[in-house]
């Protein structure tokens, strides 16, 4: 059975830190594209962060040298480190993974989401 279970989201203060984390199992994780998205009420999802097989990873623009992505495929665990928070990072945050890369058959699977405040 999939599983993506994210943690660590909660209420903050403008300019603190959050480090989200994704737990994953059912699937062959390290075989798999991992990516944070985030949603608002009202907007369409968007892509935040993504890491490939490998370490490469790339940013929205909104997030560029405040977020990081990392993996660790020994935990089977992905994560976001969320540095200097504006309002406008208050959303539900998805955890990602599709793959496996190496097949042109993808599967999509989602976590539940988390809850991130940015709030005086």
């Known amino acids: 059975q999939v599983q993506l279970v994210e943690s660590g989201g909660g209420l903050v203060k403008p300019g603190g830190s959050l480090r989200l984390s994704c737990a994953a199992s059912g699937f062959t994780f390290s075989n798999y594209a991992l990516s944070w998205y985030r949603q608002t009420p009202g907007k369409e999802r968007e892509l935040v962060a993504i890491?490939?097989?490998?370490?490469?990873?790339n940013y929205a623009n909104s997030v560029k040298g405040r977020f990081t992505i990392s993996r660790d495929d020994g935990k089977d665990t992905v994560y976001l480190q969320m540095y200097s928070l504006k309002p406008e990072d208050t959303a539900v945050y998805y955890c990602?993974?599709?793959?496996?890369?190496?097949?042109?058959?993808?599967?999509?699977?989602w976590g539940q989401g988390t809850q991130v405040t940015v709030s005086s």
């Open positions: 890491t490939w097989t490998g370490g490469t990873t």
């Open positions: 990602n993974a599709n793959g496996p890369l190496s097949s042109a058959r993808r599967n999509d699977y």
